[in-house]
């Protein structure tokens, strides 16, 4: 298992919280208003409520902060762990109305991020001892790519692509406009710029040569059969970086590994990860400390 990930500057995802607090919140809190006395304090436990691997709790804790400062915050897992049903993650400590107010932001977050790790380890164990790397891709929610990046890193994969900007991918689309896979290799490689991995996608085998011989340093095999790629491997490999796309399920990610390719990468991590069961439980007599429920 890699080593552990690194949570993205907060200036990428704190706008997120600030919008999650005012679409939830808005003016107020109308319930807790009215039977929460503005200032009882009190605490609450967060709680995964099914097997998970823990992410986010450091967003988890922002949306709380960002409603009352002096808040405590306590992580009883790190990111990055795989937790029980019934384990304790978190615990909070602060003004109830502010905690009851942050309550769904928080755990909107830590469902995602969570259910984004979680997804992720599956596929990552899927491929253990094979060889191949797991990779995210650009299939994320709009404005959350470094959350979800960071989410897929967590659960094991490696981060690929944070944009158009940072690597040269040849699709479909650029080699037809271009009039053919040559010429669209050709084309990029006498404008890219050096320190750009040129990467070509390709549905054939006959065009994973074309696309090697006009200077390819990389191939994306996008919705080959197994057949299809173990030729392509098997004529390759040693030559340029192969990565698989397309149609990649839990089902079949080994069977794809096993082929030899060097990578795969898998949309599904993002745009298909289920959201994981957390809860938030206030403590039954709200203005004592919550120590309750299992730490480790």
């Known amino acids: 298992m890699r080593g552990p990930a690194e949570l993205p500057p907060a200036h990428t995802w704190l706008p997120l919280v600030a919008r999650a607090l005012e679409e939830d919140v808005g003016p107020g809190d109308v319930s807790s208003a009215l039977v929460i006395p503005a200032d009882l304090c009190g605490g609450a436990v967060i709680e995964a409520r099914e097997e998970l691997v823990v992410c986010g709790l450091d967003v988890a804790r922002a949306v709380f902060s960002a409603l009352d400062p002096a808040l405590r915050f306590e992580r009883c897992a790190a990111d990055g762990e795989r937790v029980r049903a019934g384990r304790v993650i978190a615990r909070v400590q602060g003004q109830l109305r502010a905690l009851l107010a942050g309550e769904r932001s928080a755990l909107n977050f ?19 001892g094979t060889g191949a790397l797991l990779l995210d891709t650009r299939k994320t929610l709009p404005g959350w790519r470094t959350l979800d990046k960071y989410a897929t890193a967590v659960g094991g994969a490696h981060n690929h692509r944070s944009g158009l900007y940072d690597g040269i991918l040849l699709k479909d689309n650029h080699v037809a406009l271009a009039g053919g896979v040559a010429q669209a290799v050709k084309a990029a490689r006498a404008g890219r710029l050096d320190h750009l991995r040129l990467q070509v996608e390709v549905e054939s085998e006959a065009d994973a040569l074309i696309a090697v011989e006009a200077g390819a340093d990389s191939l994306l095999l996008d919705n080959m059969g197994l057949d299809a790629i173990r030729a392509v491997v098997a004529r390759l490999r040693d030559r340029v970086l192969l990565e698989v796309s397309g149609g990649v399920r839990l089902e079949n990610v080994r069977r794809i590994a096993e082929t030899g390719v060097h990578r795969i990468s898998v949309g599904a991590l993002t745009h298909s990860a289920p959201a994981a069961d957390v809860a938030l439980e206030i403590a039954r007599d709200p203005a004592t400390p919550v120590s309750g429920g299992p730490a480790a």
């Open 110 to 128: 830590l469902m995602r991020l969570c259910g984004v790790a979680s997804h992720t380890r599956r596929f990552v164990e899927a491929i253990a």
